[in-house]
């Protein structure tokens, strides 16, 4: 079956930086388009950055300049770099692959990015 797994979360200050992972198996990744989204509690979810499969990229307006999404496909896995982070970056972060080809949706578990003041 095709698993997403997310990694690299964790508590910062303002103004450090971070870089999630999201390791995809059971599925072609090369074809796959990849999406990172967060969920502040209480809020909805919303899309900060995605990138298809043949790697062009778009971001939410509050993390250009700051944030960069990459994949390796040789290694099956899209990075989130997100750098200067700011208290309202403050969220659990979810990966997210379609393959649109089959109209399949994939979700990792989620990681917990905090940036205290």
């Known amino acids: 079956q095709v698993q997403v797994v997310e990694s690299g979360g964790g508590l910062v200050q303002a103004g450090g930086s971070l870089r999630l992972s999201c390791a995809a198996s059971?599925?072609?990744?090369?074809?796959?388009?990849m999406g990172w989204y967060r969920q502040a509690p209480g809020k909805q979810r919303e899309l900060v950055a995605r990138?298809?499969?043949?790697?062009?990229?778009n971001y939410v307006d509050s993390v250009k300049g700051r944030f960069t999404i990459s994949r390796d496909n040789a290694k099956n896995t899209v990075y989130l770099q997100m750098n200067n982070l700011k208290p309202e970056d403050t969220a659990v972060y979810y990966c997210?692959?379609?393959?649109?080809?089959?109209?399949?949706?994939?979700w990792g578990q989620g990681t917990q990015v905090t940036v205290s003041s």
């Open positions: 997210n692959a379609v393959a649109v080809s089959i109209g399949a949706q994939y």
């Open positions: 059971g599925i072609i990744f090369s074809i796959v388009n």
């Open positions: 990138i298809g499969n043949s790697g062009g990229t």
